[in-house]
Nanobody, 126 residues
Framework: RVQVVESGGGLVQARGSLRLSCTASGLTFDDIQMDWFRQAPGKEREGVSA????????YYVDSVKGRFTISRDHNKDTLYLQMNSLEPADTAMYYC???????????????????WGQGTQVTVSS
């Protein structure tokens, strides 16, 4: 059984930082790409950042470029999203999504992913 689990969300003041983590049990880490989406109330799910399995190619939505950094730790089989200089507009439920094989698109298509976590809430206060 595949299980994708995010952690690391919380309440932070504007200009603060958070680091999200994601693991996927039931899948071989090196075989899957894992990426980050977010969804704010009343808005569509948005692809935030992606990283190919080897870590060579990365994608960031324009609104987070220069502030967020995605990474993969192959020793810990974990995906990270380091979020710095957070803004109230970053407030959303953040989801980790996984799929087999590499995927690169701009913007990211949620339909390209087979496995999803339950999400972790990020709230940025002004």
């Amino acid at each position: 059984r595949v299980q994708v689990v995010e952690s690391g969300g919380g309440l932070v003041q504007a200009r603060g930082s958070l680091r999200l983590s994601c693991t996927a049990s039931g899948l071989t880490f090196d075989d899957i790409q894992m990426d980050w989406f977010r969804q704010a109330p009343g808005k569509e799910r948005e692809g935030v950042s992606a990283i190919t399995r080897g870590g060579i190619s990365k994608y960031y939505v324009d609104s987070v470029k220069g502030r967020f950094t995605i990474s993969r730790d192959h020793n810990k089989d974990t995906l990270y999203l380091q979020m710095n200089s957070l803004e109230p507009a970053d407030t959303a439920m953040y989801y980790c999504a996984a799929r087999r094989g590499n995927y690169y698109a701009s913007p990211l298509d949620p339909l390209a992913y087979n496995y999803w976590g339950q999400g972790t809430q990020v709230t940025v206060s002004s």
